[in-house]
């Protein structure tokens, strides 16, 4: 089964900016990948997902225009670049992966990292 690596996090000042990766154990060339993550006391949450084909990619409204994702198949990892953050983007990030050219379901997503923590303050 796929192992996915989640790193990039950290703390950061309101307005500033930070990008997470996730690296793979293997070719990510068959799998779509998602971004989740989870606040404390609250449900874990879609981020943003990128398909196989053309790079079709999927946000959540809460980050549209602030948060792009982008994969490097050479290099089996996909890239969450987040800007102008704000403290409600306080959470562990998720990575997860599902095969498929394109975003499914939160369920079909089978293969997840670890988490890493992405904190937000002044």
């Known amino acids: 089964q796929l192992q996915l690596v989640e790193s990039g996090g950290g703390l950061v000042q309101p307005g500033g900016s930070l990008r997470l990766s996730c690296a793979a154990s293997g070719t990510l060339d068959y799998y779509t990948i998602g971004w989740f993550r989870q606040a404390p006391g609250k449900e874990r949450e879609g981020v943003s997902c990128?398909?196989?084909?053309?790079?079709?990619?999927v946000y959540a409204d809460s980050v549209k225009g602030r948060f792009t994702i982008s994969r490097d198949d050479a290099k089996n990892t996909v890239y969450l670049q987040m800007n102008s953050l704000s403290a409600e983007d306080t959470a562990i990030y998720y990575c997860?992966?599902?095969?498929?050219?394109?975003?499914?379901?939160?369920?079909?997503?089978?293969?997840w990292g670890q988490g890493t923590q992405v904190t937000v303050s002044s």
């Open positions: 997860a992966a599902a095969p498929g050219p394109y975003c499914p379901r939160r369920a079909d997503f089978g293969s």
């Open positions: 990128i398909g196989t084909v053309d790079g079709s990619t």
